[in-house]
């Protein structure tokens, strides 16, 4: 082998071994010697992630309740007619009868008055005649085997205090005899207090036709003042002969 020769193949050993060195040093670096795709180079952003939307929760105020309903305050009750003495009022705009003890109210309750066609009379009375039944009614077939005790102008005679009409048999405004068990007289032709055990409902609306929850029909009275048996009992020994009654329409 010439010289010339001996160098070529020299300088050919010695790039081999500069190009093996070259490569080993950077495969221990990481350095990847594969040709990389652009596209699947792409690096990807953090703004290319859609975030979830974040939901919001807005605070809402729950509705403020409505006041609690007032209630309707019981109708004041009117003054006394006279400043002294026990006095009687009957309202019949309310309905209702008052009792007052030296222009302090002693006990009110409801009644019943004057139908539309046969209203009570208002204007000022007083008391003049008093009548009780020795034996309790609540209908007109037979009389209880209860006494009426504060009936002690009879007691055990069998006495029977009973309405009769002022009307004609087969006038509308005829009734069958009643019997009675407490009744206070304030008005001649038949103007009474008194107990009505065959009616049902008294305060406001009593005195016009009305129906009855069992789809029966009353109407007030004739034009007396009519109420219950207990309250008619308590006015008859609490008003004595001669007690003022006044009826006003309107108070």
């Known amino acids: 082998m010439t010289r010339r020769a001996r160098w070529y193949r020299l300088a050919g050993l010695l790039t081999l071994t500069v190009t093996l060195i070259a490569t080993l040093a950077m495969a221990a670096c990481g350095v990847s010697t594969t040709p990389v ?40 009750t009117p003054p006394a007619p006279l400043a002294s003495g026990r006095v009687i009022l009957v309202s019949l705009a309310r309905q209702r009868l008052y009792a007052y003890q030296d222009g302090a109210l002693a006990f009110t309750f409801t009644v019943e008055t004057g139908r539309p066609e046969l209203p009570t009379p208002t204007g000022a009375y007083h008391v003049f005649s008093k009548q009780c039944s020795d034996l309790r009614w609540t209908s007109n077939s037979a009389p209880t085997t209860s006494h009426n005790i504060n009936c002690v102008e009879h007691i055990g005679d069998g006495h029977q205090a009973m309405f009769l009409s002022p009307w004609p048999k087969g006038s509308p405004n005829w009734y069958a005899p009643t019997h009675i068990n407490y009744a206070l007289e304030f008005k001649e032709g038949g103007f009474y207090l008194h107990d009505a055990w065959w009616h049902v409902l008294f305060g406001p609306g009593a005195n016009v036709p009305h129906q009855l929850p069992d789809g029966t029909w009353e109407t007030g009275s004739h034009g007396c003042v009519g109420m219950r048996i207990p309250d008619a009992e308590r006015l008859y020994v609490w008003a004595a002969i001669g007690t003022p009654v006044y009826v006003r329409a309107s108070v």
Not at 49 to 63: L, R
């Open 37 to 76: 795709s652009r596209e699947s180079s792409t690096p990807t952003y953090s703004q290319d992630i859609i975030p979830s939307p974040t939901v919001t929760t807005t605070s809402i105020a729950s509705p403020t309740a409505p006041p609690a309903p007032t209630a309707t305050p019981a109708p004041a």
